[in-house]
């Protein structure tokens, strides 16, 4: 039942917003709650349906049209122009052919990205309505309460009513101004899970495959099926691939070059190359191509050269086409593989990021070998500084491996 929630509640929810509009939306919610409740009192006395999620549907619809009957007589002895649209919406079937319901939850994955609300809220808001959390499950993931949740969806919702934005597939005008949204609000739901500060652990396997859900669900749609979206889920894939071998039993991850690479998802490399493959064009570039090649040599498990230059191209073109000082914090480590330590280390301390355990962290690594007494000193540092105690965990077997 929990599965069937989460992956039924989306869909329901976004078909009855892309019907009724963005300013019911909280009628839709009701509507998809009451009919989980309906269901988990039948099914609880009778057994479950044959097909539960036919059953769903058709409880859907109906409930739908109770709500639009009794808004009906309500609304009576209001205007005309209300009469008449409720009257002409009590004739309306609902559409939950998988057609639809993929329009529905592409539509609703633009109207949720709307640059009215902050990335925070749009990620909140398609974790709720998109993907099936509950607020909990989200307070959970960022690491507060329910009640700050719950405010940040509702004052999303608010705005999105406020602007009027519509729940409606993208014309290719519009296409262009907010994709790069769409792709980046799925990014940071990736990388929320792919490197998680919540629950004290650091990778959070749902939220990456929800990310990895809606981008496939983006390539899957002809208006959106764009380069930098099959970049993005080249990217996903590459490093979901992983996913076994980054994290061992209790949690602690696991650094790249201690992995096992047997563990490694061959089938997730070759979809990664394959949505690379289909991202390529001599006249496209973007963070989400450059980015997804990188992903790709960390799937290589040769250790030569040739991967490493490969892998310091690419931060070069990207630190070029988009900077940030983490993506210039890896690039020092590429060049620590190429150029040797000394220099990396020259590269790395000119960045100066010294509220960054993960910068404190690579200089313990870098200083290893060369000045055992600073690089020691580099991870205490970066112990203090760490946020997870999976992360913690890990820089603690390097400074105990100094005592060794």
Not at 81 to 94: F, G, H, N, Q, V
């Amino acid at each position: 039942m929990p599965n069937l929630f989460r992956t039924e509640y989306r869909k329901i929810v976004s078909v009855l917003c892309y019907r009724f509009g963005i300013e019911h939306i909280e009628v839709a919610e009701d509507i998809v709650s009451d009919t989980f409740l309906s269901a988990t009192e039948s099914w609880s006395v009778n057994g479950n349906p044959a097909n539960p999620t036919a059953w769903l549907y058709m409880v859907a619809k109906n409930k739908t049209k109770n709500y639009l009957r009794r808004t009906s007589l309500l609304n009576q002895k209001l205007s005309p122009e209300i009469r008449s649209t409720t009257a002409i919406t009590e004739e309306l079937e609902l559409d939950f052919s998988t057609k639809n319901i993929t329009d529905s939850q592409l539509a609703m994955l633009f109207a949720v990205c709307d640059p009215c609300i902050s990335s925070d809220s749009q990620i909140a808001l398609a974790l709720n309505l998109l993907c099936g959390f509950g607020i909990q499950e989200i307070a959970d993931a960022f690491l507060t309460n329910k009640e700050v949740i719950y405010k940040r969806i509702n004052r999303a919702k608010d705005k999105l009513k406020e602007h009027k934005v519509s729940i409606e597939q993208p014309s290719r005008t519009e296409l262009n101004k907010r994709l790069e949204t769409v792709l980046t609000t799925t990014y940071l739901l990736f990388s929320e899970g792919y490197y998680s500060v919540s629950q004290h652990t650091i990778l959070r396997r749902e939220l990456c495959v929800e990310a990895m859900r809606l981008c496939y669900l983006l390539t899957e749609h002809e208006i959106t099926n764009q380069l930098s979206t099959n970049a993005l889920l080249s990217l996903i894939c590459f490093h979901s691939s992983r996913f076994d071998a980054r994290m061992n039993g209790n949690g602690e991850i696991i650094l790249y070059d201690d992995q096992d690479e047997s563990l490694w998802n061959n089938e997730l490399i070759e979809r990664g190359q394959y949505y690379l493959q289909r991202s390529s064009s001599p006249t496209q570039l973007t963070r989400y191509h450059l980015e997804a090649g990188i992903a790709y040599y960390h799937t290589l498990k040769s250790d030569d050269d040739d991967k490493w230059n490969g892998i310091l191209q690419l931060y070069n073109q990207l630190l070029i086409l988009e900077y940030s000082p983490i993506a210039a914090l890896n690039r020092t480590f590429a060049l620590s593989k190429t150029a040797g330590k000394e220099k990396a280390i020259a590269e790395a301390e000119k960045l100066a990021l010294t509220d960054n355990h993960f910068y404190f962290t690579l200089l313990g690594k870098l200083y290893t070998d060369l000045n055992d007494e600073l690089a020691l000193q580099h991870y205490k540092t970066a112990y203090a500084l760490a946020r997870t105690d999976a992360d913690r965990a890990i820089i603690s077997k390097n400074i105990k491996d100094f005592s060794a």
